[in-house]
């Protein structure tokens, strides 16, 4: 299905692009709040006050006015369309739930690939993400202009969820390649499965309502707990003990030079990575039989 090994700037791209995403945009949040306040205490000091009545028309006025009640009036129809006590909101809500378990089962179909593997655009599944991810970046949309504090929305769990896990999917559909990087976060929406099944009416008493709580906080934490792991521990040290283990005793013992016969030493940090780049590079500069044995000092 197109595997290959991920480079590091591979990785660094998709990391990257969730914390440019979550960081930029607080900055950028908090900025224009400093500069709305700033500009709300400027035109409430007495003299600004009558300086504006001296310059301002009623024309302007009205239509900044009618502006800001046409904002109002779209962000109040796009509160009422995400509501859970709307029709349409409660459809949105269940097909996002749905689209992200879907999207945490692509994820653990991907993740019995090695960590270090990237896949190529022959892997359909990529395909099947980038459609579910679009659909929350237009959700996250409909959020964003729904909120009425947005720096706090742009901190909210979910908001989080989705900045550490659309801008990968966009950033693989550049590169034509995916890695799994932080997508096991989306397991965190599981936290979402009380309200979920209330929606559907299959939790009616208190103590069912409890109990989904408690089970969507032991799976959302276990699936994401496992993900970490997956991501930090598999990635750097069980390919090394792997190699430790591995190694064969023909390999670790000493090296008897034979008379007259070329090698080549090599020292350094010898993982399977390195190796590869070494042999890849030797090879591409010799032509014919090679009669060099090569010492590898780990």
């Known amino acids: 299905m197109g595997k290959f090994s991920c480079t590091a700037e591979i990785q660094a791209a998709f990391i990257l692009s969730s914390f440019v995403t979550f960081l930029g ?14 500009v709300e205490i400027w035109k409430n000091t007495k003299g ?11 024309t302007t006025s009205y239509n900044c006015l009618n502006k800001l009640h046409l904002h109002g009036a779209f962000r109040d129809r796009v509160q009422m369309l995400l509501s859970a006590q709307t029709f349409e ?21 991907n993740s019995t690939d090695p ?4 896949s190529s655009y022959e892997d359909k599944t990529i395909i099947i993400d980038l ?6 970046s237009f959700y996250f ?24 896990t659309i801008p990968p999917v966009f950033i693989s559909y550049y590169l034509k390649s995916n890695w799994l990087g932080l997508r096991f976060l989306r397991a965190l929406r599981l936290l979402e499965l009380p309200l979920i099944l ?21 799976l959302s934490t276990w699936f994401t707990a496992a993900g970490f792991i997956h991501l930090i521990l598999f990635a750097n040290y069980i390919p090394e003990m792997v190699e430790l283990f591995a190694n064969k005793k023909k390999y670790t013992s000493s090296y008897e030079m034979a008379k007259g016969k070329k090698f080549i030493v090599v020292c350094g940090n010898i993982t399977v990575d390195s190796v590869t780049a070494f042999l890849r590079n030797f090879l591409r500069h010799k032509s014919g039989e090679i009669n060099t044995e090569i010492v590898f000092l780990g």
């Open 25 to 38: 945009g607080l900055i950028i949040l908090f900025i224009s709040r400093l500069t709305w306040r700033s």
């Open 48 to 58: 600004m006050r009558n300086i504006l009545s001296l310059f301002l028309l009623d």
């Open 89 to 109: 909101g409660k459809v949105l809500g269940i097909l996002v739930f749905v689209l992200s378990i879907g999207s945490l089962i692509i994820y653990f179909i």
């Open 115 to 118: 960590v270090r593997s990237c």
């Open 131 to 136: 459609v579910f991810n679009s659909f929350f």
């Open 141 to 164: 949309g409909l959020r964003f202009v729904a909120a009425d504090d947005k720096l706090k929305f742009w901190l909210e769990l979910n908001s989080i969820v989705d900045m550490f």
């Open 198 to 218: 209330q929606i559907l009416g299959i939790m009616k008493t208190s103590n069912s309502v409890k109990f989904s709580k408690l089970l969507s906080i032991i």
